[in-house]
C-alpha cells in the first residue's frame, strides 16, 4: 500500500470555490507537484498550465506546448480525486519526458510507474473512472451487431464523409440511427 505524499485537499473547502478560485487551487497543485518533482530532478523546467482539454481524458502532458491540459468540466465535477490523481499522472510524465532518455520510455511504462509510486505515493493508475457524460457529449447514436456507439459531432461528421467505422468487438460496420436529443439520454 502507498501513502500519498502530496498533501489531500480539503474536500468541504474545494466544493465550496468558484470557477476562478477553483483555477487557482490547480495550479497550486501543479506548482506543488512541480516542486516535488524537482527534489529528484533539479533541471526540471515548470510547465504551463492549461484548462483546455475537451472530451474524455482528464489531463494532458503536452511537450510540444510546454505545459500540461486538464479537462476543466472533470476536475469541476470531480475536484478531490482530480488533484490527488490526476496532476500527480500528468506529472510524472513531465518528469519522464525530461529525463536523459525520457523520450524513449513507454507512456505508461516502468519508468513512469517508479515515480508514481516511489516519488508521489499512488497506485499507478493509466486511466480515471470519472464519468465523462458531460465532458464529452456523443449525441450521434450508431449501431453494430453487439451494442450502440455514442459519436461526438466530430467523428459523426468523418463518417459522413465517407469514413468507415468498425466495432472492436463484432467487427461489424457500424450504422447511423440518429440523433439523441438532449434530456433524452436512454
Same mark, same amino acid.
Given at each position: 500500500?502507498?501513502?500519498?505524499?502530496?498533501?489531500?485537499?480539503?474536500?468541504?473547502?474545494?466544493?465550496?470555490?468558484?470557477?476562478?478560485?477553483?483555477?487557482?487551487?490547480?495550479?497550486?497543485?501543479?506548482?506543488?507537484?512541480?516542486?516535488?518533482?524537482?527534489?529528484?530532478?533539479?533541471?526540471?523546467?515548470?510547465?504551463?498550465?492549461?484548462?483546455?482539454?475537451?472530451?474524455?481524458?482528464?489531463?494532458?502532458?503536452?511537450?510540444?506546448?510546454?505545459?500540461?491540459?486538464?479537462?476543466?468540466?472533470?476536475?469541476?465535477?470531480?475536484?478531490?480525486?482530480?488533484?490527488?490523481?490526476?496532476?500527480?499522472?500528468?506529472?510524472?510524465?513531465?518528469?519522464?519526458?525530461?529525463? @536523459?532518455? +525520457?523520450?524513449? =520510455? !513507454?507512456? /505508461?511504462?516502468?519508468?513512469? *510507474?517508479?515515480?508514481?509510486? #516511489?516519488?508521489?505515493?499512488?497506485?499507478?493508475?493509466?486511466?480515471?473512472?470519472?464519468?465523462?457524460?458531460?465532458?464529452?457529449?456523443?449525441?450521434?447514436?450508431?449501431?453494430?451487431?453487439?451494442? @450502440?456507439? +455514442?459519436?461526438? =459531432? !466530430?467523428? /459523426?461528421?468523418?463518417?459522413? *464523409?465517407?469514413?468507415?467505422? #468498425?466495432?472492436?468487438?463484432?467487427?461489424?460496420?457500424?450504422?447511423?440511427?440518429?440523433?439523441?436529443?438532449?434530456?433524452?439520454?436512454?
Amino acid at each position: 500500500m502507498t501513502t500519498p505524499v502530496l498533501p489531500h485537499p480539503d474536500p468541504a473547502r474545494l466544493a465550496a470555490l468558484d470557477r476562478e478560485a477553483l483555477l487557482e487551487a490547480l495550479h497550486e497543485r501543479v506548482e506543488a507537484a512541480w516542486r516535488l518533482c524537482r527534489e529528484v530532478h533539479p533541471g526540471l523546467p515548470r510547465p504551463a498550465v492549461w484548462c483546455d482539454l475537451r472530451g474524455k481524458c482528464a489531463g494532458q502532458a503536452h511537450f510540444g506546448r510546454g505545459g500540461l491540459r486538464f479537462n476543466p468540466v472533470l476536475y469541476a465535477e470531480n475536484r478531490e480525486a482530480f488533484l490527488i490523481e490526476v496532476v500527480p499522472h500528468e506529472m510524472a510524465h513531465w518528469l519522464v519526458e525530461h529525463l @536523459e532518455d +525520457g523520450h524513449l =520510455a !513507454r507512456p /505508461h511504462g516502468r519508468e513512469w *510507474q517508479t515515480v508514481m509510486r #516511489r516519488l508521489f505515493g499512488l497506485e499507478p493508475r493509466t486511466t480515471h473512472r470519472f464519468d465523462t457524460h458531460r465532458a464529452s457529449p456523443a449525441p450521434h447514436r450508431y449501431r453494430c451487431g453487439c451494442r @450502440e456507439h +455514442g459519436f461526438t =459531432a !466530430r467523428r /459523426h461528421a468523418l463518417a459522413r *464523409q465517407g469514413r468507415r467505422y #468498425r466495432c472492436r468487438h463484432c467487427a461489424q460496420t457500424l450504422v447511423y440511427l440518429g440523433r439523441v436529443m438532449p434530456g433524452n439520454d436512454s
